[in-house]
């Protein structure tokens, strides 16, 4: 059976605390979402029987108030509605759970979405304390160590020098700037209107945003280069070389094939596959190039098929070693700039990538894109698309 995507987008991405979205709610962006979804799509809203939301720092992960979000948006209360965290994966596990549902005859409609509001929930309490038995083992305690921290350990382990770091970095503000400013985010992203308070006179208005206000102009590998190390004083990861902290919200809606040809519904392209990967908690940054092979071999490709490689920029060291290791040409990875550039709402990541591709792949006539993200705690995932 072969389950395909008819619509995804994604609001802005914003910087957290400073951004467009600053004062916007998790919830609410993702409202803002759904509406986007349902009118872009034109599907009927009750004909979606579940949507599966990825989120990381919400309390209660976010279920209580994504189901009332999925009902302000629209949705009638019979569309079921689950949260669901596996960490900086958690929007592309949401469209992998509906997109498994489809497969397994569970459910025939659905939407895997992903929303992070960093600018509110950030911070020390979003992990819960360990417990004696935890700490106990070594292994175990690895998983609360900050991934700022052993990203750097990993990257003097392998080898990543800093200049490679910046000059990855630059390249990523460089391309997402040149497709800002070529509209090649323009299909993907749907405008919100929001409240935001002015941080210098107090005064709250009514702004839209309608492009990612992360994008910097002028970036280079040599004004990198004098940004101070933020892990250790000698050390080579810092704020520039390293994923943005962002709000944002995505949205993609799968069905079966035979449902969106009885529907009307355009394709924008087939979900093929995807895969998990676990790696020891304080390598979590190879995560993609153990989870990559893995969708390819369950898809039958191999690394020359693919057309586009989206891997999650948490860090440039990271990426970089990922795609070294995997033999991947820079000119096919993250061909419109990353994280670095634009931002990484944790569990919106995953499902945005996938509109960022989808999107970039039909624009030049090609096929086969791979996204891909290394997750907290020591893990990858990636998925198999094809853009039609």
């Not at 009307?264 to 993609?288: D, F, H, I, N, S």
């Amino acid at each position: 059976m072969s389950v395909v995507i008819t619509t995804a987008l994604r609001t802005p991405l914003t910087k957290g605390g400073k951004g467009g979205f600053k004062d916007t709610a998790g919830a609410d962006l993702l409202v803002g979402a759904f509406t986007a979804l349902i009118r872009r799509s034109g599907i009927d809203p009750s004909l979606v029987e579940d949507i599966a939301v990825g989120n990381v720092l919400a309390p209660g992960g976010g279920a209580t108030e994504f189901r009332a979000a999925a009902i302000a948006a629209g949705f009638p209360t019979t569309t079921a509605v689950k949260s669901l965290n596996r960490q900086c994966s958690s929007g592309l596990q949401a469209v992998a759970d509906i997109a498994n549902a489809i497969q397994s005859g569970m459910i025939e409609i659905g939407i895997g979405a992903g929303v992070e509001s960093m600018s509110s929930q950030y911070g020390p309490a979003a992990v819960t304390e360990f417990s004696e038995l935890l700490d106990s083992i070594p292994e175990a305690k690895n998983c609360k160590v900050p991934m700022g921290v052993l990203s750097e350990q990993m990257a003097k382990d392998y080898k990543i020098p800093r200049a490679s770091q910046d000059a990855f970095a630059a390249a990523s503000y460089q391309k997402a700037l040149a497709a800002q400013k070529a509209g090649r985010f323009d299909q993907e992203i749907t405008p919100l209107t929001v409240k935001w308070e002015d941080p210098k006179t107090g005064e709250v208005k009514e702004i839209t945003v309608s492009q990612d206000d992360g994008i910097r102009a002028g970036m280079t590998a040599e004004s990198l280069s004098k940004i101070r190390p933020a892990f250790a004083r000698d050390g080579s990861i810092h704020a520039g070389n390293a994923s943005q902290i962002s709000d944002g919200a995505a949205a993609v809606l799968l069905m079966k094939r035979s449902t969106a040809q009885r529907l009307g519904q355009p394709v924008l392209g087939k979900y093929v596959v995807a895969a998990v990967a676990g790696v020891p908690p304080l390598l979590m940054g190879v995560g993609p190039a153990k989870a990559i092979p893995k969708a390819l071999a369950k898809a039958g490709i191999a690394v020359a098929d693919v057309d586009i490689f989206e891997i999650n920029e948490a860090f440039a060291s990271q990426c970089l070693w990922c795609a070294n290791e995997l033999g991947i040409p820079a000119e096919k990875i993250n061909p419109k700039g990353g994280a670095i550039a634009f931002g990484h709402p944790l569990g919106c990541t995953g499902a945005r990538q996938i509109s960022t591709i989808l999107y970039e792949l039909k624009r030049r006539g090609e096929k086969v894109g791979v996204t891909s993200m290394c997750v907290g705690t020591g893990m990858g995932m990636a998925s198999v698309l094809v853009a039609e």
